[in-house]
């Protein structure tokens, strides 16, 4: 038990270990489906081996010495109470653990946790309705493996209780590091946290009203309309950017796998300069999404360009490409998604003209602002530019049936700008242009007004036990 106590951090005690014990949970949080899917779905002659090195490396990332956090950098027992507790109503509101309205998307999630649970490992389809042979179920299973083994091994009943504990985690330790990042524990940067959005909302209303006026027509029904589409500038052919709540109440399987990568990566290899594990990191974000994957690497990038040297690690040349290759080989037996520039999409080329007005709206005017007040610090210059490519270039790339790689690649970035804003209106204390700032903050947020989870239509209530196996869900083939 001591030994257990030594690795985890457990030992109450140990009061500036907070920091510390965040970092091991947060890696073994990302860590542990990875070990669940080697050793379910890999034969055991290369699963053992390779969770020995991924086991190896996040022990040695466990002892490692740190420079812990300061004392009044730490969240006290009272703070970290109500981080829970707004994790734990988050989830709850979102759908999770099907205690209130689930969105569409939790058909498909249901039927994944239906097909783990009842299925034997790795799960394969014999039959199904658009190839002769045999299918395997290839997808991102990061957020579900610990919860179906869970439920597996006790019972299919309590897997809604199992998703909402282990989501309600991964959430909690999101919102941990988003606070580290920020360097704050003022509360209003959580509701920043899970509604900052693009303005979207303004470029719609104020175009209603210019062509109301050119038209001389007002039709208030009208307006609400395109209010609630997700992306009023391309016709609703969503590259888009929706605010994390939106993510989190759509799509947790890539979101939690996120926003914990991005917190460590910035805060452990980025401001701290240790690189010693970032490679180990993303590539255990792989399981998660490899569209997220694909979003940390301009993060993971600037992180060695701080502190290279750090980098050549055991961890990042042995675990890190061992887990790259084998989670490579899995999504290579996918079926191809087609790669498409987004002019490719729009007739007319008209993506190309618009996308400098969707960068304008979406993040654009934000980035601006929060550029001119943390222009004299280059550390977090660079961070603030690095977002800005990113945003700037995800939308040009078209992969997925409704723009997946845009919406789930800038999550990454997307978690990085939330937390530049906040420490940028921090920096505008006593300037003119704070006023403005924050009149465009409050216009970000409204966003989710016209487009939350209170305006989509949910599910019928069924529980996992009721679902459809996931290739008898949708009986159109771009689902399946």
């Known amino acids: ?78 703070e970290l109470v109500l981080l829970s507790l707004v994790a734990l109503g988050i989830t709850f509101y979102t759908g999770i653990g099907n205690f209130t309205g689930q969105l569409i998307d939790f058909e498909k999630h249901n039927a994944v946790y239906h097909d783990l649970i009842t299925k034997d490992w790795p799960v394969v389809y014999q039959s199904h309705q658009f190839v002769e042979e045999a299918v395997l179920l290839d997808y991102y299973l990061g957020w579900y493996l610990p919860v179906a083994l869970l439920a ?28 580290k990042i920020c360097g704050s524990k003022n509360w209003w940067m959580i509701l920043l946290f899970f509604f900052l959005g693009d303005l979207e909302s303004v470029y719609t209303t104020i ?12 039709n208030l029904k009208v307006l609400l309309q395109e209010l609630k589409m997700t992306d009023i500038i391309f016709a609703n052919f969503t590259p888009n950017y929706s605010c994390q709540m939106t993510q989190y109440e759509w799509a947790p399987q890539h979101s939690l796998g996120a ?76 079926f191809p998604q087609d790669f498409r520039w987004i002019w490719d999409v729009y007739e007319n080329s008209q993506g190309l003209y618009k996308m400098p007005l969707f960068i304008l709206i979406k993040f654009g005017l934000l980035f601006s602002i929060a550029y001119l007040l943390l222009r004299k610090d280059k550390n977090l210059q660079v961070l603030l ?57 409050v216009l970000s947020c409204t966003r989710y007004i016209f487009y939350g989870k209170h305006f989509q239509k949910k599910i019928e209530k069924t529980t996992i036990v009721q679902s459809k196996p996931l290739t008898r869900l949708y009986e159109i083939e771009w689902f399946n």
């Not at 270990?17 to 949080?29: A, D, K, N, P």
């Not at 209603?208 to 007002?218: E, G």
Request: hydrophobic letters at 55%; charged letters at 10%.
């Open 1 to 78: 038990m001591a030994v257990l106590q030594q690795v985890f951090f457990l030992n109450i005690k140990s009061k500036n270990l907070q920091e510390q014990s965040f970092l091991v949970i947060s890696v073994g949080y990302l860590l542990l489906p990875n070990l669940i899917f080697l050793l379910g779905w890999i034969r055991w002659y290369w699963a053992i081996p390779i969770a020995s090195i991924l086991l190896f490396a996040f022990f040695a990332f466990s002892n490692k010495n740190y420079l812990l956090d300061k004392k009044n950098d730490r969240l006290s027992h009272k």
């Open 152 to 179: 597996k091994i006790t019972t299919i009943h309590l897997t809604e209780v199992y998703a909402f504990i282990w989501s309600s985690l991964g959430l909690l330790l999101s919102l941990y590091w988003f606070l």
């Open 207 to 218: 175009r209603f009203l210019a062509k109301s006026t050119i038209s001389d027509s007002f």
């Open 259 to 334: 926003w914990i990568s991005t917190g460590l990566i910035l805060h452990f290899c980025y401001f701290k300069r240790d690189n010693s594990y970032v490679l180990f990191l993303g590539s255990l974000v792989l399981l998660w999404s490899p569209f997220v994957a694909v979003g940390l690497l301009p993060i993971i990038l600037i992180s060695l360009t701080r502190e290279f040297n750090s980098g050549f690690s055991g961890a990042n040349l042995l675990a890190g490409p061992v887990l790259f290759a084998v989670m490579a080989i899995y999504y290579l037996a996918h």
């Open 385 to 441: 530019i690095t977002v800005a490519i990113s945003l700037s270039l995800f939308p040009l790339i078209y992969i997925g049936y409704q723009a997946d790689f845009t919406m789930r690649a800038s999550s990454p970035a997307w978690f990085v700008l939330v937390a530049l804003v906040v420490i940028a209106f921090k920096k505008a204390s006593g300037k003119k242009i704070k006023y403005f700032f924050f009149g465009l903050m």
